[in-house]
T-cell receptor, first 111, second 112 residues
């Protein structure tokens, strides 16, 4: 089993819709969780950290479910510019500074 | 922009050759992490440097080596290149080993 797993997609979503995707992780002791966004042929960029109580940044909401070992990302009122690959990142079981990355979920927003 | 720069942007090498990739960290950052991202995959951690010392290493063979300079810029060296080394190589800098990492634009390496 991979340490961090994501549905590769693609998720094809009409503009204005709400979309959500999950990421599961295998190490119950993981402490740090992040969502990164990566545009085609570009570097990953931090979208948001994920806190135990959940957090919101504009149209984006991240949730952490420790009991089931998954994190989620919800995008409301999706825009064409939200089209990208969303990468789930978790700190490794070996050390806090080694980040383990999912393979990403591809999101395509259609007009 | 993050202020993290990498060079070169693209590189073509042949199997068996050696390559050096460079990364300049964001001002004030003392930690650099290197990642390999194959097509369709997430980044894989290669190693991290903190204040010129290797601070952790992923599951990569010894032919992947690196160093960090007093100004916190860093190099990634790969010897005896193999076809599977073809990938996007990303470096990320941070204030410390546990703080948020900011990525450079990457170096695309193609091994023929």
């Amino acid at each position: 089993r991979k340490e961090v797993e994501q549905d590769p997609g693609p998720f094809n979503v009409p503009e204005g819709a709400t979309v959500a995707f999950n990421c599961t992780y295998s190490n119950s002791a993981s402490q740090s969780f992040f969502w990164y966004r990566q545009d085609c042929r570009k570097e990953p960029k931090l979208l948001m950290s994920v806190y135990s109580s959940g957090n919101e940044d504009g149209r984006f909401t991240a949730q952490l479910n420790r009991a089931s070992q998954y994190i989620s990302l919800l995008i409301r009122d999706s825009k064409l510019s939200d089209s990208a690959t969303y990468l789930c990142v978790v700190n490794s079981m070996d050390s806090n500074y080694q980040l383990i990355w999912g393979a990403g979920t591809k999101l395509i927003i259609k007009p | 922009e993050t202020g993290v720069t990498q060079s070169p942007t693209h590189l073509i090498k042949t199997r068996g050759q050696q390559v050096t990739l460079r990364c300049s960290s964001q001002s004030g950052h003392n930690t650099v992490s290197w990642y390999q991202q194959a097509l369709g995959q997430g980044p894989q951690f290669i190693f991290q440097y903190y204040r010129e010392e290797e601070n952790g290493r992923g599951n990569f063979p010894p032919r992947f080596s690196g160093l960090q300079f007093p100004n916190y810029s860093s190099e990634l060296n790969v010897n005896a290149l193999e076809l599977d080394d073809s990938a996007l190589y990303l470096c990320a800098s941070s204030f410390s080993s546990v703080e948020t990492q900011y990525f450079g634009p990457g170096t695309r390496l193609l091994v023929l």
